[in-house]
Structure formats: structure tokens, C-alpha cells
């Protein structure tokens, strides 16, 4: 009976400790999609079906280079628990400012060449000529606030994996505002300021991406904190980019696989029509808002299991994975159900064009069913990084899209005809498949077995 109540009492403290850590990062990463979904909201309404097309084909570029350059930021984030689990706050920082540099040098290289090749680039797809008038107009301005991107991701890895998932969520709440109020003004020209339509939105997101960057700096390189960025950790160091550079690059191969194929997915629905296309945008930013609750427990799990290793605590952290994934799961059966029984209510409010809302409704449908399987994946893979197994995920992630998702969906959407939806089928066959095989991994528990080592 004793053994039992001290079972359920730590199985209590531990899901504390996960949602305390949670609760703010799904509030961040919510918060983050808002940034691009107030753009979308407002194009949609102020623009039209051109202009939601128009951006949705230049964020996935520039959210494909953020994400597939800014992996550094994986093996920061395993290095950084580990170090917080240690109580070494010297490792920590010089960790946290070494890749903070990597990221500012990649920054401006990716800042650059996309300002040089864009138009070759957004040549991949298959778009008529107002929508690429368009698209390029956004681009070439939303791409000066790349580097604070790569700023603002950097400094929140940080903060993250040394337990702060509130600093974040804090500041990407004052960028959103500032998003929306200036999306506002400068779309639809508010007193003194001009009309600028699309141009407007995007300056909008830029400028506040800028002010996002400038507000983490401040509090990072403030001496007060325990995570403290002096000049002299940013220099970058053998110790420190071997190890990691060895938990990155298979999180920046993974970054690569997952967004080329969510590439390749949009020039298969880019073959449809411009309402398809359209709606396709909405559905995705649909589905992001979903998840965002299981972002928010991978991130504490990948912090927690992190910590509890380098505190030594195996069971500890494959508790932590455990809990995390089954909340995750549960959170996609709610959010599904909802999907399925609401799915023109939740349409509405991304658009008032009852073409969209009528080609939409039918993939909402498998949009739901999808749920609890893309829940689940997206909580243990966080779990598994967070143990620094980087590797693994990158080679589950390869099978799961190359060989099964982005052939499943060109030979539903296009060969049988199945149109949007056929997306969709796509997904939920390769989840489900690779749900399985991401759990049989994590049981094995040969991720407790890796060791990050850091010379002081």
C-alpha cells in the first residue's frame, strides 16, 4: 500500500512538472502560429483567394530554410538540459552563446541567397502569374526578418532547455500583438498610414519579428539570470561544436526531409486549382493551431527527459516520455472529434468564401481522424531528442515521408483523383504505421544509453 502511494504521489509530482513546463510552451507556439495565421485571417479577408495563396507558397519557403538551418538549435536544446540537469551553468552558457553564433552566420547567408534566387525558386511551382506577382512582393520583404527568426528560435531553445518556457511565451505574445495591429493598419491604411495590401503584412510580421529578437537579447545578455551570454561564449569552440554538430545534423537532415517533402506535397496540390491551393492553406493552418498542445508537452518532455538524464535518473525520464505521449494521444482524440463534428464552424472563421469552406469540408474530416496519431509522434520524437537520440528520429522520419507520405499523396490526390483529401489519406496511413514504430523504439531504451560529453 506504501509503495503504491508513493508510485501514485511521484506519477502526480511528474505530471506537474510536465505541464508546468507545457502550459507555457503551448501558449508560445500558439502564440507563433497566430504571428502567421493573423496574416492569413486578414489576407483572406482584405486580399482574397490570390493573396492566401500567395503567402502560403512564400511562408513554407521561408519557414523550410528556418527550420531545415536553425537545427542547431536540437542539439542546443539536449546539451542545455543536460547541462541544466547538472547544475553547470558555466557548459550551459557557453553552449547557449556558441549556438546562437551558428545561427546568426547561417542567418545571413540564407537571408542573402534567398533575396538572389527567389524567383527561381518559387519557379518550382505551379501558380499563375498574379499569385507569383504577389507571392515575390511578400517574399522579397518578410525575408529581411529571417536572421531575427533564426535570433528569436536560438534564444527560445535556450530558454527552454534550461526550464524557462515562460520568457518565450511572453515575448512572442508581444510580437503577435504588435503583428495584428499592424497588419491592420498597413493593409488597409489606417489615418497617416498607406494601403499596402499584401506588402503591408508583411512588413507588419517583419518589423515585429525584429522587436521579438531585440527583447530576448536584452534579457539573454543580462548578468542577473543564470542563463547569461557574454561575448567571449560566442566564439566558437572544438568542445562544444563536435558534440554539437553530432546531436544537429541528423535534426537539420530530418528539418530537410520534412519540409522538401511538405514542398513536394504543395506542388502536388499546386497542380489543382487556385481554390484548392487556397484551402489547403487554411486546413494547414487549422491543423498547426491542433497541435500546438502537443508541441507544448514535446518541448517539456524533451526538457525533462534531458534533465532527469543528466541527474541520472533513467526512470525518470522514460516516465517523462511515457506521460507526455499519452497526453498527446488524448489531446488528438479531443481535438478530433471536434474536427469532425464542427468542421464547417471551424472553416468559417478562417474564411466567409463558401467555394473554400465547400472543398475543405470533406478533408476536415480526415484532418481529424488523423489527430491522435500525428499527437502522439509529435510528443515522443520530442521525448527522444530530448535524450539527444537525433539519429533515430532522423532516420524514422526519412521512411515515414519519402517512402510512404509524399508517394501516398500524389497517388491519392492526383492518380485516384481524390483531390485535397487525398493530402490527407496520405498522412494518416504513414502516422499510424510510424506511431508504432517510434514507440518500439523509445521502449527499447537504448536512447539512455547516449552520452553528450563537453570539456570544461
Keep these: 500500500m506504501v509503495d503504491l502511494k508513493v508510485f501514485l504521489k511521484r506519477r502526480k509530482n511528474l505530471l506537474a512538472s510536465i ?16 504571428l502567421g495565421l493573423s496574416d492569413t485571417l486578414m489576407i483572406s479577408y482584405f486580399v482574397g483567394s490570390e493573396g492566401l495563396a500567395a503567402v502560403g507558397f512564400a511562408n513554407q519557403i521561408i519557414f523550410t530554410l528556418i527550420f531545415i538551418f536553425s537545427s542547431f538549435n536540437t542539439g542546443a536544446t539536449a546539451m542545455i538540459a543536460r547541462a541544466y540537469g547538472e547544475e553547470n551553468y558555466k557548459k550551459l552558457n557557453r553552449v547557449a552563446g556558441q549556438g546562437l553564433s551558428i545561427n546568426i552566420f547561417i542567418g545571413i547567408i540564407i537571408t542573402v541567397l534567398a533575396l538572389l534566387f527567389a524567383k527561381e525558386i518559387f519557379s518550382i511551382y505551379d501558380m499563375t502569374q498574379e499569385v507569383m506577382h504577389l507571392t515575390l512582393d511578400y517574399f522579397y520583404i518578410v525575408i529581411f526578418g529571417c536572421i531575427f527568426m533564426f535570433l528569436s528560435f536560438s ?19 508581444i510580437a503577435n500583438i504588435l503583428n495584428i495591429i499592424g497588419n491592420y493598419v498597413l493593409i488597409t491604411g489606417v489615418g497617416p498610414f498607406p494601403k499596402m495590401g499584401i506588402a503591408g503584412a508583411a512588413w507588419a510580421t517583419t518589423i515585429s519579428r525584429m522587436i521579438a529578437a531585440v527583447l530576448y537579447t536584452f534579457i539573454l545578455f543580462n548578468p542577473k539570470g543564470n542563463v547569461y551570454i557574454k561575448l567571449k561564449y560566442m566564439k566558437i569552440t572544438k568542445n562544444i561544436l563536435k558534440p554539437l554538430w553530432n546531436l544537429s545534423y541528423p535534426g537539420a537532415v530530418e528539418q530537410s526531409l520534412m519540409q522538401t517533402s511538405f514542398i513536394a506535397v504543395g506542388v502536388i496540390v499546386s497542380k489543382l486549382d487556385t481554390i484548392s491551393e487556397a484551402a489547403f492553406r487554411i486546413l494547414i493552418n487549422i491543423e498547426s493551431i491542433s497541435y500546438m498542445p502537443a508541441v507544448g508537452l514535446s518541448i517539456a518532455a524533451a526538457t525533462l527527459v534531458g534533465k532527469s538524464l543528466g541527474e541520472r535518473d533513467i526512470n525518470k525520464a522514460v516516465e517523462v516520455g511515457y506521460t507526455a505521449s499519452v497526453f498527446g494521444a488524448l489531446w488528438g482524440i479531443f481535438i478530433g472529434i471536434i474536427f469532425l463534428i464542427f468542421p464547417k464552424q471551424l472553416l468559417a472563421v478562417f474564411t466567409s468564401d463558401i467555394k473554400l469552406i465547400s472543398v475543405s469540408v470533406a478533408t476536415m474530416y480526415a484532418v481529424g481522424i ?22 533515430s528520429v532522423m532516420i524514422i522520419t526519412f521512411i515515414r515521408l519519402w517512402l510512404f507520405f509524399v508517394p ?26 510510424f506511431c508504432i514504430v517510434v514507440f518500439m523504439r523509445f521502449r527499447s531504451k537504448k536512447w539512455t544509453n547516449i552520452k553528450i560529453d563537453v570539456k570544461d
Aim: charged fraction near 10%; charge should be positive.
Design 408 to 433: 501516398l499523396t500524389y497517388i491519392f490526390t492526383i492518380m485516384l483523383r481524390q483531390g485535397l483529401a487525398g493530402t490527407w489519406y496520405g498522412e494518416i496511413i504513414s502516422m499510424f504505421i
Design 370 to 391: 488523423n489527430q491522435p496519431f500525428l499527437n502522439f509522434m509529435i510528443v515522443m520524437t520530442g521525448a527522444l531528442r530530448g535524450a539527444g537520440d537525433t539519429r
Design 155 to 173: 534564444y527560445a531553445a535556450i530558454l527552454r532547455g534550461a526550464g524557462n518556457t515562460v520568457t518565450p511565451m511572453i515575448i512572442t505574445g
Design 19 to 34: 505541464i508546468l513546463l507545457a502550459l507555457p510552451a503551448v501558449g508560445e507556439m500558439s502564440l507563433n502560429t497566430l
